[in-house]
């Protein structure tokens, strides 16, 4: 008896696991960080805590919902991969830490991944809503868009500026969130912010570590269709735009005065974005295209953590 309940519960971590894989959770909580920063940066202080608690419900459940469903739409061409007598696991991958492509794998049924991405889908789209409903339709937006962007595989390698409208709606929807009336400007340069740190820091970097499946399967990628040459001038002019723009946003922000804070944003952006941005531009190597994207995907928790002890430090030096 014992034995049986012992299989059931490692069957249903399994299951867990492959569930928060095919939703790329570990990135996704990274993610999470950015709304929360972007919150931090247009209040100047922290924002009430059922805001928070249920920001972060939605946020979790948003994330979880959009990086399931683009595996869910990638499902055949992600199996012509695992097919392929080439394919590499890629374990050094953010991504890959619980599975990757679980469902192409075989590890999860399509019945089961479709009812994961309507179940977190429901809970994302309701939490959006409490916040404010500019929230739902910038998740909404964004939904449709991750749906456009998987269509668009084997279609163009413009799609990378659909992953950069994406990648800005979560933190869009945060300033939202707090603020039902947000400054026009500080909403227009957190877009581009994170509209150029996605192309330069993610999504051309991730496709450059899959350049030779995606040279296979014909897909149609900036790597692909720019060449290593045309891709790093890509990733370097990106992320350099996105750094100063980071730069100007927090202009905009009640922190326009903290040194400790507008310098932290700018290390942290050399160290994050510029530093293994140069090393692959040097080195072109599908290596240091991954290091440039694992390191990116911490950015912004960098940012969260010097913001927050920012806001700390100035809270208790009032009282």
């Known amino acids: 008896m014992l034995a049986i309940y012992f299989k059931k519960t490692r069957g249903f971590v399994a299951k867990a696991k492959y569930l928060f894989g095919l939703s790329r959770t570990p990135h996704a909580i990274l993610d999470m960080t950015a709304p929360a920063l972007v919150a931090l940066t247009w209040l100047g202080t922290f924002p009430p805590y059922y805001v928070i608690l249920l920001g972060l419900l939605t946020v979790f459940s948003g994330y979880t919902a959009v990086y399931a469903l683009n595996d869910v739409m ?28 679980p469902l192409a ?35 909404l937006c964004a939904f449709l868009l991750e749906t456009v962007y998987c269509l668009l595989w084997k279609v163009t390698c413009m799609k990378t500026f659909v992953s950069g409208a994406v990648k800005s709606a979560g933190s869009l929807a945060a300033v939202f969130a707090v603020d039902p009336h947000p400054s026009l400007t500080f909403v227009t340069v957190l877009f581009f912010w994170f509209f150029f740190w996605e192309i330069g820091g993610q999504n051309v970097p991730n496709d450059w570590a899959d350049v030779e499946e995606d040279l296979r399967l014909k897909a149609r990628t900036i790597p692909v269709c720019a060449g290593s040459a045309g891709a790093k ?27 400790l804070i507008m310098g932290g944003w700018l290390l942290i952006g050399i160290y994050f974005l510029i530093i293994p941005a140069l090393k692959l531009y040097r080195t072109e190597n599908r290596d240091d295209a991954l290091a440039l994207f694992n390191r990116s995907s911490y950015y912004h928790f960098a940012l969260l953590v010097v913001t927050a002890i920012g806001i700390a430090v100035r809270i208790i030096s009032i009282y």
């Not at 350099?240 to 040194?259: D, G």
């Open 105 to 139: 794998q075989g590890m999860l049924t399509l019945r089961e991944s479709y009812i994961w991405v309507f179940l977190w889908t429901g809970l994302a789209a309701m939490g959006a809503y409490i916040l404010n409903p500019v929230c739902l339709l910038i998740f």
């Open 74 to 101: 990638d499902y055949g061409w992600d199996k012509e991969k695992v097919k392929d007598v080439n394919y590499i696991t890629q374990d050094d991958d953010l991504d890959s830490l619980l599975a990757r492509h």
């Open 233 to 259: 001038r890509i990733i370097i002019s990106t992320i350099i735009l996105s750094i100063l723009l980071s730069l100007f946003l927090v202009s905009l922000s009640p922190f326009n005065s903290n040194a």
